[in-house]
């Protein structure tokens, strides 16, 4: 039994936490691991974070202890009402449109304020720094994600409306996957995970343990069934390049080739690329030096939980995509 259980402060880092409380077996630490919070970005992205999360874990059971993941959801984005504080939001969230649904009746009754939710009013104050809330009697949820149709992965969900066309919804096959990927690194390398939280009172799987049971994005069963234990196979076998987003600024582009240079340095070909090099080029030659710089510093740092982000300028992609473009016809990088 552990006497001790002590929130991580948001810093899972074996250099912050490793040999704290030596000698002291009865403690334990927590760690709530979300991706609500991250920039908006490909399925690829989301799943290689979430197996990326054991090499983590692993490293900090090894220099501190016993780690448990006290808190995780589904949500890869902010939409969920009220999810940063009463009609409020964080600056900047949510990242992109939400989708809306009908709001849910109020559990504690019809004689609490403002209940029911009038359909006919828009957003109702008081507001904080930001706006969350009902609006003509719809409440913000997950947005869905979207039947991949292009190379650039994300790409379609990113410019898409929040709510899927009928046959383009992929939600199911995203949300399922990322859970499953998600358990994989939690239950093989920690000492426990809670999903947070056990039900909500919109409609919001990714945030609802019960509706995600439900809709069937979280298994029903043994962790050591083949699709939780194989979920991260081709995440863990490097079956994905780290590469430039091509509609990304130029200047933002080099800014990333430069971090990896100032960082670890980059040779190509057996010629070393500096800054002032870099500062010179552009159109594919800088894009396709990108490619290489930010898939050898990914592909170096990634079981230290580095992501491939380079400012928002970099995506995963999985190696030999195939994927049905606008067309119907198939894609392959």
Known sequence: YWKYIMHDSF???????????????????????????MDPSSRETFYEDA???????????????????GEWSLATDNCAMWLNG?????????????????CAEPYMGYDQPGTPVDPGKPAQGPFGTGMSGPIFGLCPVGRDWLVESARDSG?????????????????????????LKKINSFSGYGHGFYFWNFRTDVDEPHWSY?????????PNGNLNDEAITNACQKEDNGLYKCVAKR????????????????????????????????????????????????????????????????GGTGTLMEVNFTA????GEGNST
């Open 51 to 69: 197996c990326n999360t054991k090499s983590i874990i692993a490293a900090m059971e090894e220099a501190f202890g016993p780690v448990v993941v």
């Open 247 to 310: 509609d990304q600024l130029a200047s933002n582009i080099r800014s990333g080739i430069d971090y990896v240079i100032k960082v670890d340095g980059l040779t190509i070909n057996g010629t070393v690329v500096n800054t002032t090099f870099v500062a010179n080029m552009t159109g594919k030659a800088l894009y396709d030096l990108a490619d290489q710089a930010y898939d050898e510093y990914w592909t170096k740092h990634r079981v230290e939980g580095v992501t491939c982000d380079f």
């Open 210 to 218: 019960m509706a995600a049971l439900k809709k069937g994005w979280i």
């Open 11 to 37: 810093r899972l880092d074996p250099a912050v936490w490793g040999g704290f409380m030596d000698g002291c077996p009865e403690r334990a630490l927590d760690t709530h691991i979300y991706q609500a919070w």
């Open 86 to 102: 009463f009609n409020d939001n964080l600056p900047g969230f949510p990242r992109l449109p939400c989708k809306y649904i009908p």
């Open 324 to 327: 049905a473009n606008e067309n």
């Open 155 to 179: 790409k379609d969900w990113m410019r898409a409306p929040p709510t899927a066309p009928i046959g383009k919804d992929a939600s199911d096959e995203v949300m399922t996957n990322l859970a």
